[in-house]
């Protein structure tokens, strides 16, 4: 199983900007898609944003879309997520998944990063 190993969160003030960073411990290519998930207290685990590894289309949820953005490195194993303009409701655990090629859905998950945001 691949490893994924999220670095990058910590507390910020709100309209602050982070970047979120996973790097996968096997090769991409194998990989259908990666992406971000982010779980806040008492809350379900929500899709934040993914990349496809092949050809790098991307999708974001709504409550992210023109603040967040998803990227990935052209050469290696890591993905990033930019953060801006953040609002307290952005406070969550963020989470790295990897779907596999074959699977029916993301497969593979770190262990997750804090993000806080002060009001």
């Known amino acids: 199983q691949a490893q994924l190993a999220e670095s990058g969160g910590g507390l910020v003030e709100v309209g602050a900007s982070l970047r979120l960073s996973c790097t996968a411990s096997?090769?991409?290519?194998?990989?259908?898609?990666m992406g971000w998930f982010r779980q806040a207290p008492g809350k379900e685990r929500e899709f934040v944003a993914s990349?496809?590894?092949?050809?790098?289309?991307?999708n974001y949820a709504d409550s992210v879309k023109g603040r967040f953005a998803i990227s990935r490195e052209k050469v290696g194993n890591t993905i990033h997520l930019r953060m801006n303009n953040l609002k307290p409701e952005d406070t969550a655990v963020y989470y790295c998944?990897?779907?596999?090629?074959?699977?029916?859905?993301?497969?593979?998950w770190g262990q997750g990063t804090q993000v806080t945001v002060s009001s």
């Open positions: 998944a990897a779907q596999r090629i074959g699977a029916l859905k993301y497969d593979q």
């Open positions: 096997q090769d991409p290519y194998s990989f259908h898609a």
């Open positions: 990349i496809r590894w092949a050809g790098g289309s991307t």
